[in-house]
């Protein structure tokens, strides 16, 4: 099962920044929260990922609470294109790299 | 960026026959790749993992004598839906981890529709 917590679904206008919460409240010490995410009718692509810190780059941030149980994934200037399903997984890294997959949170970006 | 590709990217066929699926790393060595399956409005199925030379270890459910998975090179995988019937009929991507790689990031190919009529 997963161990992430998502939305179902967000809007966002286009040109604000899009945050996206994720819930992971049983992570443990070892495990990476990682984002991805699928436009329709296409491969997932990777977004970018985490242990403690904030991360950025250049298509993304992501903001890591202290007590690691919560995330959030930022797109700072949303664009149409970023309409997506968009996933966030916990791995550990001995887990084979397997990523196991929730629902994720549907993103509309509107004009 | 690291790119995987996936060939068909549609494929239609008729119930009883055989279907391969090719999945290539264009610019790294692939020593693992992940097959999943999604239907539609769900989340991405693992099926099964492959290690470059040696067999693939299926998720529970599986059937591995349906989808043979083959990796016999450190940038080409396939999968063989043999006997296909319509409840097979998916998108099925593939994922690629390079092998010389210190992080753990997955590049997906872009999908393989399957129908089977």
């Known amino acids: 099962d997963a161990k992430t917590t998502q939305p179902t679904s967000m809007d966002c206008a286009e040109g604000r920044a899009a945050n996206l919460p994720c819930n992971h409240s049983?992570?443990?010490?070892?495990?990476?929260v990682y984002w991805y995410r699928q436009i329709h009718s296409q491969g997932p692509q990777y977004i970018i990922h985490g242990l403690k810190n904030n991360e950025t780059n250049e298509m993304a941030s992501l903001i890591i609470t202290e007590d690691r149980k919560s995330s959030t994934l930022i797109l700072p200037h949303a664009t149409l294109r970023d309409t997506a399903v968009y996933y966030c997984i916990v791995r550990g890294a001995d887990s084979n790299y397997q990523l196991i997959w929730g629902a994720g949170t549907k993103l509309i970006i509107k004009p | 960026g690291a790119v995987v590709s996936q060939h068909p990217s549609r494929v239609i066929c008729k119930s009883g026959t055989s279907v391969k699926i090719e999945c290539r790393s264009l610019?790294?060595?692939?020593?693992?790749m992940f097959w999943y399956r999604q239907f539609p409005k769900q989340s991405l199925m693992l099926m099964a993992t492959?290690?470059?030379?040696?067999?693939?270890?299926?998720e529970q459910g599986v059937e591995k004598d349906k989808f043979l998975i083959n990796h016999a090179s450190l940038t080409l995988s396939t999968l063989t839906v043999t006997s296909a019937h319509p409840e097979d009929s998916s998108f099925y991507i593939c994922?690629?981890?390079?092998?010389?790689?210190?992080?753990?990031?997955?590049?997906f190919g872009p999908g393989t529709r399957l129908t089977v009529t």
């Open positions: 492959s290690n470059e030379g040696s067999k693939a270890t299926y």
């Open positions: 610019d790294f060595q692939a020593t693992t």
């Open positions: 049983t992570i443990s010490g070892n495990e990476y």
């Open positions: 994922s690629a981890r390079d092998g010389r790689a210190s992080e753990y990031e997955q590049y």
